[in-house]
């Protein structure tokens, strides 16, 4: 049997694409998703529902680790502490995947059965239900940002005048280096907002 003169494509290989893609130059357009994997746009309809079923494969691919940890089943401090952790590592890995995934619609039933278990864990420790939804807003906010603060520069604010600025640049000076500047930054931030939290329980 001859072999096909474009390659074969699955669901696998065209998020494997997608990822490289978005990594690389993070964007993800049909046609530059086709030209990497050698094909026309068109083949690409056969597979996935467009770009919104591209996106909902690379969350997939990405989120499956992070809705499958055992969070939940600690009190409501451990589980969002570990599930702070484990999404903003997951994220840090592919930071281009931040801006296209955080703006797209969560459609996949594995993550509302995540949040589910998360508003369940809140509710049960004395949290509003009106206030279950914002508190892990507010807590993926500030992940999405760390994991984004991982892979920035190791100085982010540079040419400082010391003579003009003096106590920023004695806090720049006082900073650890890469990446331990960002992990403070992060288990400082997230003791802080659980710290706020708690003020949301009933005495």
Known sequence: MARP???LLDRTRIAAAAL???DDHGTLTIPALAAAL???P???YHHVDGRAGII???REDLCTSIAEGDYWDQPWEPALTAWAHSYRDAFAA???LVSLLATAPLTEPFLHVMYDRAVAVLRDAGFAEKATLSVITALESFVLGSAL???APSVMIDLVDQTATPHLAGALAALPSRPARADQA???GLRAQLAGYRTLLAP
């Open 38 to 40: 050698g094909v026309r």
């Open 5 to 7: 003169r474009t390659p």
């Open 186 to 188: 992060f288990e400082l």
């Open 42 to 44: 068109s083949a690409l």
């Open 20 to 22: 490289r893609l978005v």
């Open 56 to 58: 909902a494969l690379l």
């Open 94 to 96: 592919h930071p281009g």
């Open 149 to 151: 603060d991982l892979v």
